[in-house]
């Protein structure tokens, strides 16, 4: 906390005369107009909120930096990542996704996992999660996903029923909420998870050959997660129990890190992998593409200001670098689009101009003008192109890698619809007890739900992945395994 006994200004720097008591007309008389100091103090405070973010809107942020530790330049031209022990400035910012502001940490949510690599290339946001999969894997039904994930229109009440309605008619979310259910669901802090990307990337090399990968930032403390009742009773002495521990290892100089692997996928392999390697419903297999070490990130600083760094950070995951381009997974695809909207609604079309977002390299384009614009606004450097005053110029260097695409555009279905192995794996890999506690937590989230319809067909699902963990699931809510096509 910064403490320097300094004067007291208006926000065009004047001193302040008194800050305690409003001028008025007689001591005891009403409050006068020209008293312009509370009109500004008073006018600011009205305006003190920006929008929240429409989902992940609790969060802490942190700076740290990113380090290479094994030679991927093979793979990738990107320049951060083209040197063993380059360093690269990173902000990370974790989130809970379905509650507000001010909610509590240690609900069952998935964690956002948001790194920024302030690279010399320009920034480069990685927008992932605790969770290697997701929920869904077409961006059209996202709004639809998160509206079953807040409140109910009437009552403002959480919506159990919308969740597994949703759910149940949306059988790709099952192996996202065999995660969402296990122990996992509630990390122990934000220290002692993993990160994700979660989609399919394509890095480029130097020669324009391209190789799909998938991201995995493996926690140095170890995953630890945090047992049911302590969560609850956690959520309500301390909702900021997250925030708070993270702030306080950095702030006493236990540095939370984490290793980055990535999966690489040859760029043939995804036209005749057993799945289509896009869906962010489903993990590669580690024995297919093992983990390749790229780097270690560790976290080293507080932010100084929340509003400043972590509230008006933005994160984008079409902010890519050179040598790091999209795959067609259909919800990244949509991803590219929605957050620099997003971003542009909630906190302004110049969000880039703002410290936590800003580059470290210089930005050349002839984007100009708009609200709040805090930086120079180009000058009076050239703003249009082409142009004869040697403007900044584009370079077939930096073009996205020219990639094929097949078949007619048209509104299809993803073609592999067994939603049930991968889940029905991860449950047999689970211990007996932690069967145990994934059942409990599945009986308890669905027994609130309104509809045996509901319930019946959610179960199916379980009971496909594996008949032990649908029955017992139905056992526990007192129902029948329903009969199965
Ligand atoms: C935040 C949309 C899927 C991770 C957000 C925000 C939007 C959004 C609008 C708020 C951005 C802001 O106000 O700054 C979507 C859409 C999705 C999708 C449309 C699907 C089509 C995902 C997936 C992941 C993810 C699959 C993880 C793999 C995050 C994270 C944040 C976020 C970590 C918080 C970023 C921050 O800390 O500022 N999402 N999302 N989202 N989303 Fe998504």
Do not use: C
């Not at 800050?19 to 020209?34: D, E, F, H, M, W």
């Not at 043939?268 to 489903?282: G, H, N, S």
């Not at 994934?438 to 609130?448: C, G, R, W």
């Not at 008949?467 to 129902?479: D, H």
């Amino acid at each position: 906390m910064e403490t320097q006994n300094r004067h007291l200004t208006t926000s065009w720097g004047a001193p302040v005369g008194d800050n305690q008591n409003s001028l008025t007309a007689g001591a005891r008389g009403p409050t006068l107009i020209q008293d312009v100091h509370l009109l500004e103090k008073l006018a600011h405070f009205n305006r003190e909120r920006v929008p929240e973010r429409v989902v992940h809107a609790k969060g802490a942020g942190a700076h740290g930096y990113f380090e290479v530790t094994n030679d991927v330049s093979a793979y990738t031209k990107a320049r951060f990542l083209s040197e063993v022990g380059k360093r690269t400035p990173v902000f990370i910012r974790f989130s809970t996704v379905a509650g507000e502001l001010g909610s509590a940490d240690t609900v069952r949510d998935p964690r956002g996992f948001a790194v920024k690599f302030y690279t010399e290339e320009g920034n480069y946001d990685l927008v992932g999660n605790n969770t290697p999969v997701f929920f869904i894997r077409d961006a059209i039904k996202f709004p639809d996903f998160i509206h079953t994930q807040k409140r109910h229109p009437q009552t403002h009440l959480k919506n159990p029923n919308a969740v597994w309605d949703f759910w149940s008619l949306s059988p790709e979310s099952l192996h996202q909420v065999t995660i969402l259910m296990s122990d996992r669901g509630i990390p122990a802090t934000l220290r002692h998870m993993h990160g994700f990307g979660s989609h399919t990337f394509k890095w480029v090399n130097a020669d324009g050959q391209g190789i799909w990968v998938k991201y995995h930032f493996k926690t140095e403390q170890g995953v630890k997660n945090l047992d049911v009742e302590l969560a609850a009773k956690l959520a309500g002495e301390n909702p900021d129990y997250h925030i708070e521990d993270l702030f306080n290892a950095i702030d006493k100089g236990d540095f939370p890190a984490w290793k980055l692997y990535v999966q690489m996928m040859p760029l043939e392999d995804a036209k005749t992998y057993r799945f289509d390697p896009f869906d962010v419903t489903k993990v590669w297999s580690q024995k297919d593409y093992p983990l390749i070490e790229v780097g270690r990130m560790v976290l080293n600083r507080n932010p100084d200001n929340y509003f400043a760094e972590v509230e008006q950070a933005t994160f984008s995951p079409g902010a890519f670098v050179p040598g790091i381009e999209a795959s067609p997974d259909k919800m990244l695809q949509g991803r590219l689009f929605a957050y620099a909207d997003a971003h542009r609604y909630r906190v302004g079309p110049n969000h880039h101009t703002l410290p936590i977002n800003k580059p470290v390299v210089e930005v050349n384009n002839n984007q100009r003008d708009g609200q709040m614009r805090s930086d120079r606004n180009g000058g009076n450097s050239i703003y249009y192109e082409p142009n004869s005053y040697g403007g900044a110029a584009d370079s077939a260097a930096y073009k996205t890698a020219a990639f094929e695409v097949t078949g007619s555009a048209d509104s299809v279905p993803y073609d592999h619809d067994d939603h049930y192995t991968q889940a029905g794996d991860l449950y047999r890999l689970l211990r007996v007890e932690e069967r145990g506690r994934l059942v409990n937590n599945i009986v308890n989230a669905m027994k609130p739900v309104e509809k045996d319809e509901i319930k019946l067909r959610q179960i199916s699902h379980f009971y496909k992945a594996d008949p032990e963990w649908g029955q017992a699931i139905a056992e526990e809510l007192g129902l029948r395994v329903p009969q199965l096509s």
